[in-house]
């Protein structure tokens, strides 16, 4: 009798039990279909034929929480997305079966937006085993799933942010951060915001370049090792262009670098990763309040 390598488990997960759904969903195409309902609802409500402009609006604004939210459903075994599988349809149900109440608490924060650093805070703050949570997001790797937008709305979109940027007025004290780790910048964004400071985020020297020529900054967070120009670069242009403020460099090696070589460069102060998250709000307020905080390692 012949062997049959045909496989009659074809829909069965390799390494679980979770049945993979014969009907997928193709995320740019639902993602199509919401856009294409916003700008209906949004043409509905101006009156006119909004066109390409909500379709725009609907990406810049919308995107990445929606596509968070179809990932938290492929993740749940609700929903089986195409472009996010990596082979974790059903996880919650696989992996922390034993822990599920964490797992659905750490999911929800990240539904709200929250990022990795975000919910390590969140999660010391509530008494919650770190190490556990940890391990937690090490599974669900957040980073992984951030998918790109179609790319014929990337250019539309990047436009329309900086238009935005350009315009916008803030009464607030407005300082920079940048940092090429996304989650970073956002946790420091965020921490820094509730101190009444308007946050700017940049991820290379060339773009806080950009800002600094657009903006006007009361203090500057900025990462040592970033892509392109070297954050002691950022700290020296800025030295040579008058910039009394604060100047902040801020790494995970610190160790590494000569210390006086760093405020040499320009840098007035220094702050270690992980943050001391209690010394970079007293900084924030320090801003706020036109007080003079120094930091150092």
């Known amino acids: 009798m012949s062997e049959d390598n045909s496989c009659p488990e074809e829909d069965k997960r390799k390494s679980g039990s979770i049945d993979i759904p014969k009907d997928k969903s193709h995320l740019f195409d639902e993602a199509s279909k919401e856009a294409e309902l916003y700008k209906w609802l949004q043409s509905e409500a101006a009156g006119?034929?909004?066109?390409?402009?909500?379709l725009v609006e609907w990406h810049s604004s919308y995107w990445r929480s929606w596509c968070r939210e179809r990932w938290i459903e492929h993740l749940r075994g609700e929903k089986f997305w195409v472009e996010l599988d990596n082979d974790?349809?059903?996880l919650l149900q696989e992996e922390f079966h034993d822990n599920l109440e964490?797992?659905?608490?750490?999911i929800e924060r990240i539904k709200q937006g929250g990022e990795?650093?975000?919910?390590i805070q969140w999660a010391s703050d509530e008494d919650y085993d770190v190490e556990t949570v940890i391990e937690v997001l090490k599974i669900l790797d957040i980073n992984s799933r951030r998918i790109a937008m179609p790319e014929?709305?990337?250019?539309?979109?990047?436009l329309a942010k900086r238009d935005t940027k350009l315009t916008k007025k803030s009464s607030k004290k407005r300082i920079l951060v940048v940092d090429d780790d996304i989650d970073t910048g956002q946790l420091i964004k965020e921490l820094l915001e509730k101190e009444g400071l308007d946050v700017m985020v940049c991820c290379s020297g060339e773009e806080a370049?950009?800002?600094f020529e657009n903006f006007r900054f009361c203090g500057f967070l900025i990462d040592l090792m970033l892509p392109g120009k070297h954050g002691a670069?950022?700290?020296w242009f800025l030295r040579r262009h008058g910039v009394t403020v604060p100047v902040i460099a801020i790494s995970a090696i610190l160790d590494?670098?000569?210390?006086?070589?760093?405020?040499?460069?320009?840098?007035?102060?220094?702050?270690?990763?992980?943050?001391?998250?209690?010394?970079?709000k007293i900084w924030g307020r320090g801003i706020v309040s036109k007080k003079t905080i120094t930091l150092r390692k």
Request: hydrophobic letters at 45%; aromatic letters at 12%; proline letters at 2%.
């Open 88 to 90: 974790d349809y059903g």
């Open 116 to 119: 990795n650093l975000d919910i």
């Open 152 to 158: 014929k709305f990337i250019d539309s979109v990047e």
């Open 48 to 54: 006119r034929d909004l066109g390409e402009e909500a």
């Open 209 to 211: 370049i950009h800002a």
């Open 233 to 235: 670069e950022i700290a």
């Open 102 to 106: 964490l797992a659905e608490k750490i």
């Open 256 to 280: 590494k670098w000569n210390i006086d070589d760093l405020y040499d460069c320009g840098f007035t102060g220094v702050m270690a990763k992980p943050f001391d998250f209690e010394a970079l």
